[in-house]
């Protein structure tokens, strides 16, 4: 099992070395949305060195999003998916395998994204950057898990490009609830625990609804 | 459309309809105006009615999803489609009346109250359940994926529900009256709030044989239409 | 935030006529592709009863 996963993990992020599809995507996409941000806080007169939290997690939403749709239509074009189908493989281990690519993959652009957002807020990250990292890391799990499984449901539609933020993102509204408070308060030097629980929780509850489910997504 | 059927139907149509009756006279008229609020707390009676069947709704479309998993029946799916649409329009009325009930009470339309946030994300995630059946052309492609999402969907409802008041504290809260529900005291009350519950609840069995029967017709026009391609095809 | 009676009755006329469009809008709806359906099932029988009787003899 967790040769099936490093094998896919390396596949998924070698060919994102090759084609940078998420990087671009994803990154250059947030960097934009850092700017609107700006420009859209102090036309309003919103201190906008309070905005850091808020830009991280609309970044993360917005790009993962986009990331996640993208890696899901490159796999489709290559009838990767077909080829998994045949691997004798449990399908649950499948999801997890994606799960784990998928979510590396976010979870590097949001550290790049960092000290990007640190730079633009004057935020002083220094010690709070490891508190930050739990809530950070397990926010994006959460958030890939879902969009694991709703990215192949909205594939099979007509309109995927369109269905698949309308179906995957209130499904997360939990995830991105805790994980807005475990990194507001990390930046203020403190840990949430009970945000770092629900978000263990959530975890749990996303992987194992994955795990049970995958199969009957994959099936034709 | 079946005759066997019609007669337990139309006693639920009448008892909805008697209950329904009874329960408006008891929320507007028997049942005390509250003392703060005034007579907008009477919204209170069947806003709350509308919200438990809209669990009750989204809770079936959970079991059906399962059982249909399970079984590979379709008449599973059906009525887990037809539970889950029914559960969007009552979500619909909630989110309706809530705002009018918070314009007097709190002095704004909308706040972020818990209540209100997560009836939101319930109405988001089951618009995109009952949305997206009508992208899928394959029918048991269709019926898996819906299930499949009617599984995740229904079991997020309850952290969405809870996420929204954990975290709730970090608001100030705009609450100009007291809480709704401790403004529930007269006996009188209790009976407009529970005929209510009973009346939606009605209406929400009534609603969701009749989407029952709407699917279950869909399916057998579908299938007469295949025969009839074949017919043609024969010909 | 006390407001004149009548002003809260306006809201709760507002509130209970919402509810009631609603539920019409969804009944209106949900009888409207009945019918149809209805309509078009019996289209369909006649013609494929028509079809099955030609092709018998």
Same mark, same amino acid.
């Given at each position: 099992?967790?040769?099936?996963?490093?094998?896919?993990?390396?596949?998924?992020?070698?060919?994102?070395?090759?084609?940078?599809?998420?990087?671009?995507?994803?990154?250059?996409?947030?960097?934009?949305?850092?700017?609107?941000?700006?420009?859209?806080?102090?036309?309003?007169?919103?201190?906008?060195?309070?905005?850091?939290?808020?830009?991280?997690?609309?970044?993360?939403?917005?790009?993962?999003?986009?990331?996640?749709? =993208?890696?899901?239509?490159?796999?489709?074009?290559?009838?990767?998916?077909?080829?998994?189908?045949?691997?004798?493989?449990?399908?649950?281990?499948?999801?997890?395998?994606?799960?784990?690519?998928?979510?590396?993959?976010?979870?590097?652009?949001?550290?790049?994204?960092?000290?990007?957002?640190?730079?633009?807020?004057?935020?002083?990250?220094?010690?709070?950057?490891?508190?930050?990292?739990?809530?950070?890391?397990?926010?994006?799990?959460?958030?890939?898990?879902?969009?694991?499984?709703?990215?192949?449901?909205?594939?099979?539609?007509?309109?995927?490009?369109?269905?698949?933020?309308?179906?995957?993102?209130?499904?997360?509204?939990?995830?991105?609830?805790?994980?807005?408070?475990?990194?507001?308060?990390?930046?203020?030097?403190?840990?949430?625990?009970?945000?770092?629980?629900?978000?263990?929780?959530?975890?749990?509850?996303?992987?194992?609804?994955?795990?049970?489910?995958?199969?009957?997504?994959?099936?034709? | 459309?079946?005759?066997?059927?019609?007669?337990?139907?139309?006693?639920?149509?009448?008892?909805?309809?008697?209950?329904?009756?009874?329960?408006?006279?008891?929320?507007?008229?028997?049942?005390?105006?509250?003392?703060?609020?005034?007579?907008?707390?009477?919204?209170?009676?069947?806003?709350?009615?509308?919200?438990?069947?809209?669990?009750?709704?989204?809770?079936?479309?959970?079991?059906?999803?399962?059982?249909?998993?399970?079984?590979?029946?379709?008449?599973?799916?059906?009525?887990?489609?037809?539970?889950?649409?029914?559960?969007?329009?009552?979500?619909?009325?909630?989110?309706?009346?809530?705002?009018?009930?918070?314009?007097?009470?709190?002095?704004?339309?909308?706040?972020?109250?818990?209540?209100?946030?997560?009836?939101?994300?319930?109405?988001?995630?089951?618009?995109?359940?009952?949305?997206?059946?009508?992208?899928?052309?394959?029918?048991?492609?269709?019926?898996?994926?819906?299930?499949?999402?009617?599984?995740?969907?229904?079991?997020?409802?309850?952290?969405?529900?809870?996420?929204?008041?954990?975290?709730?504290?970090?608001?100030?809260?705009?609450?100009?009256?007291?809480?709704?529900?401790?403004?529930?005291?007269?006996?009188?009350?209790?009976?407009?709030?529970?005929?209510?519950?009973?009346?939606?609840?009605?209406?929400?069995?009534?609603?969701?044989?009749?989407?029952?029967?709407?699917?279950?017709?869909?399916?057998?026009?579908?299938?007469?239409?295949?025969?009839?391609?074949?017919?043609?095809?024969?010909? | 935030?006390?407001?004149?009676?009548?002003?809260?009755?306006?809201?709760?006329?507002?509130?209970?006529?919402?509810?009631?469009?609603?539920?019409?809008?969804?009944?209106?709806?949900?009888?409207?592709?009945?019918?149809?359906?209805?309509?078009?099932?019996?289209?369909?029988?006649? =013609?494929?009863?028509?079809?099955?009787?030609?092709?018998?003899?």
């Amino acid at each position: 099992m967790p040769n099936l996963i490093l094998l896919m993990l390396s596949k998924d992020l070698r060919r994102e070395l090759r084609s940078k599809e998420v990087f671009l995507s994803s990154f250059l996409f947030s960097l934009i949305l850092l700017c609107i941000f700006y420009y859209a806080a102090t036309s309003s007169s919103v201190a906008f060195e309070k905005l850091p939290n808020t830009a991280l997690w609309i970044c993360i939403a917005f790009s993962g999003t986009i990331g996640l749709h =993208r890696t899901h239509q490159a796999e489709l074009q290559n009838a990767c998916y077909k080829a998994l189908m045949m691997a004798p493989r449990d399908p649950g281990l499948l999801f997890l395998a994606k799960f784990a690519a998928n979510a590396t993959l976010l979870t590097i652009m949001s550290l790049l994204l960092l000290p990007l957002i640190a730079l633009f807020f004057n935020l002083d990250l220094g010690s709070n950057l490891l508190k930050m990292i739990p809530g950070l890391v397990l926010g994006i799990a959460g958030f890939v898990a879902i969009g694991t499984l709703t990215v192949v449901i909205s594939a099979n539609t007509r309109i995927s490009d369109i269905l698949f933020p309308i179906i995957h993102l209130p499904l997360v509204v939990p995830v991105l609830i805790a994980g807005v408070n475990c990194t507001q308060k990390a930046m203020l030097g403190e840990i949430s625990w009970t945000g770092i629980q629900i978000l263990c929780v959530l975890n749990l509850v996303f992987l194992s609804l994955g795990f049970m489910t995958y199969a009957y997504l994959l099936e034709e | 459309m079946k005759t066997g059927s019609l007669l337990p139907q139309t006693i639920l149509l009448v008892l909805t309809i008697a209950t329904m009756e009874t329960a408006l006279i008891w929320a507007l008229q028997i049942a005390p105006a509250d003392k703060l609020q005034g007579d907008v707390q009477r919204i209170f009676y069947f806003h709350l009615g509308c919200i438990w069947p809209g669990f009750v709704a989204f809770f079936y479309v959970l079991y059906a999803s399962i059982r249909y998993l399970i079984s590979r029946a379709s008449k599973w799916d059906r009525r887990a489609f037809a539970s889950g649409q029914v559960g969007l329009a009552f979500c619909t009325m909630v989110l309706v009346t809530g705002p009018i009930w918070a314009k007097p009470t709190w002095g704004v339309w909308w706040a972020w109250d818990a209540r209100l946030t997560s009836t939101l994300i319930m109405w988001l995630i089951f618009l995109g359940y009952v949305m997206m059946r009508d992208y899928i052309d394959d029918q048991k492609m269709r019926e898996r994926l819906s299930a499949v999402l009617g599984i995740i969907g229904a079991s997020m409802v309850p952290f969405v529900y809870f996420s929204t008041r954990w975290f709730e504290v970090q608001h100030p809260k705009p609450v100009v009256m007291g809480d709704a529900e401790s403004g529930i005291k007269d006996p009188n009350m209790v009976i407009a709030l529970l005929l209510a519950l009973a009346a939606f609840t009605l209406l929400y069995l009534f609603l969701w044989r009749r989407g029952t029967e709407l699917a279950e017709g869909d399916a057998k026009l579908s299938e007469l239409r295949m025969r009839m391609n074949a017919l043609e095809e024969e010909a | 935030m006390n407001q004149e009676p009548a002003n809260n009755l306006m809201y709760l006329t507002a509130a209970y006529s919402a509810i009631w469009l609603i539920l019409a809008y969804f009944l209106t709806v949900l009888v409207l592709k009945n019918r149809r359906l209805a309509r078009e099932l019996e289209q369909l029988e006649q =013609r494929v009863s028509n079809m099955e009787k030609n092709k018998a003899p």
